[in-house]
């Protein structure tokens, strides 16, 4: 195919219209990326209030009413740097006006019709990728992301003449349940109550609508990719992709380097780079005053954003606050559940000085934290890529992660050999225990006061390329193939 292959991204959130983790990062950057590359990428979500708010020049160019709900779909640029912008398209409609978190109400409830709400959302932008509501643009693949975007390969598998489909795991244990009534007033074909597509385990799973029908189903690194497949990792749904697995294929995810770049990030007290690494110590002292650290230059200090949910073993990190050893100390950034939230807060009260804990969302915060720590620690349970530690790697900050998923990936271990042919990047330890955490944090401790060997990982862990060409590339592969078939 020798035009540009015109590629639709469906996500449920995408930076800076609207993001919750790491899914908005990359379905923030990976448009621009494509479009570097030669693929007419283009983006759609739902117009939320917030992303309403971030594009203000969204203008309306088509209405209908799919399955008797009216929408109105919206269009928009947004600018990239040293590109055409990008086209964003919103759909509009009754079910996206809730301010905030664009999945739960403020007290962290999901809304209870969000299947009701993202099937509206793929209805809508399956109109869109057939010509139905823009007629001067089709799509040649429809790139759907997680289970939000679940039913689009589903709703497009009924059509003659279809654009192929490719879906994205960014995280497999949130797979849109929905049970009974509220699935029969979805309005999908009686057989998809069925193992073969959504039905799972008597409850429908809106994300088999990207697993069972996509042309193609990719997850975000190579060792994700294969651990979904176990019974360990799968969620329930390790047979499927068993069974689907000549189709699947890990891409592991980049970074976007303009944004996360120490050496010119605006929320920073000092910017710095791989010759001025002195000036990170700037960024230690400000984040220890903006917390309420002590000013200790010489502690090792831990830095932690994150969503605090189980994925994430904040009951790990909880059990070692107790007996950090003199020395440490963490500063923790992130928002949740509610539980790790009070006993961050109470471990915070119980060490001031030693511990500091925000609850909340703050874009600002996590870059300084990322800059200003020593080192990142990611105990995760499990972790499909994982971003903040390939943020700190580039911000010289030395992760300390379990090894699954994406961590074990993108970090390596300082093992006395990585040491000495200079490959180590972090400290990686396996068990999903406290006490391999207390351990690492303890290695990592000695690694620090030793001095040489810590700088040798930070240059290590800085020089590495983790943008988004390569991943782009694989991408643009991918639809070829599938344009040629
Ligand atoms: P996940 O997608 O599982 O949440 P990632 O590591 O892929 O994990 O991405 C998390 C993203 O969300 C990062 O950009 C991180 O900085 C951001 N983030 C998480 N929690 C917060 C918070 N409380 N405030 C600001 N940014 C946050
Ligand atoms: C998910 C995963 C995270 C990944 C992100 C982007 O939220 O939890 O590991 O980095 O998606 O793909």
């Known amino acids: 195919m020798s035009r540009r292959p015109r590629v639709l991204l469906a996500a449920s959130e995408a930076y800076p219209l609207i993001k919750t983790g790491g899914l908005g990062d990359v379905v923030g950057a990976l448009p621009a990326a494509l479009r570097a590359v030669g693929v007419d990428a283009r983006l759609v979500l739902p117009a939320y209030p917030a992303a309403l708010a971030a594009v203000p020049t969204a203008r309306a160019i088509a209405r209908s009413a799919l399955y008797g709900t009216p929408l109105t779909l919206l269009q928009a640029e947004l600018p990239i740097d040293g590109g055409r912008p990008l086209p964003v398209y919103l759909i509009q ?44 643009w089709r799509a040649d693949v429809v790139h759907a992301h997680d289970w939000q975007a679940g039913l689009l390969p589903a709703l497009l598998s009924l059509e003659p003449k279809r654009p192929r489909t490719v879906f994205t ?11 009974g009534a509220d699935a029969d007033t ?71 380097t303009e944004l996360w770049n120490p050496a010119t990030d605006p929320a920073l007290a000092a910017r710095y780079d791989a010759h001025s690494l002195e000036r990170k110590a700037i960024d230690k002292a400000a984040l220890q005053t903006e917390l309420g650290l002590a000013a ?20 790990l990190l909880l059990a070692v606050l107790g ?106 330890f396996e068990p999903a225990s406290s006490a391999a ?24 862990g800085m020089a590495q390329d983790h943008s988004w060409q390569r991943a782009a590339e694989r991408y643009l592969t991918l639809y070829q193939q599938l344009l040629a078939a």
């Open 93 to 136: 409609a009754t079910a996206f006006e809730r301010s905030g978190n664009p999945y739960q109400d403020v007290t962290g409830q999901d809304w209870p019709d969000n299947p009701a709400r993202f099937a509206l959302f793929c209805r809508g932008a399956a109109a869109l990728a057939l010509g139905h509501l823009a007629p001067d």
């Open 169 to 179: 795991v960014h995280n497999l244990a949130y797979q849109g349940l929905v049970a």
């Open 186 to 256: 979805l309005g999908l074909p009686a057989d998809w109550w069925s193992p073969d597509a959504l039905e799972f385990y008597g409850q429908l799973a809106l994300i088999k609508g990207g697993l069972a029908f996509a042309d193609r189903i990719t997850t975000v690194s190579p060792r994700y990719a294969q651990e979904i497949q176990t019974a360990e990792f799968g969620c329930g749904l390790d047979g499927l992709l068993r069974y689907r697995s000549a189709v699947l294929v890990g891409i592991l995810n980049g970074i976007d």
């Open 296 to 315: 200790e230059p010489d502690a090792l200090l831990l830095g932690m954003v994150s969503r605090l949910v189980e994925q994430k073993g904040v009951d």
């Open 437 to 460: 955490l207390a351990q690492a944090i303890q290695r990592a401790l000695d690694l620090y006061r030793a001095g040489a060997p810590w700088r040798q990982m930070q240059l290590t």
């Open 323 to 428: 007996s950090l050893p003199a020395g440490v100390q963490v500063a923790v950034l992130g928002s949740g559940q509610a539980e790790y939230e009070a006993a961050l807060t109470a471990a915070a009260s119980q060490h001031p000085g030693q511990i500091a804990f925000k609850a909340g969302y703050d874009e600002g915060l996590a870059h300084r934290i990322q800059a200003g720590a020593d080192a990142y620690v990611m105990p995760s349970r499990f972790e499909p890529c994982g971003l903040t530690q390939l943020y700190a790697l580039r911000y010289g900050t030395v992760p300390i992660v379990r090894a699954v998923g994406g961590l074990a990936d993108t970090v390596v271990d300082a093992t006395a050999a990585n040491l000495a042919a200079g490959r180590a990047t972090g400290i990686v």
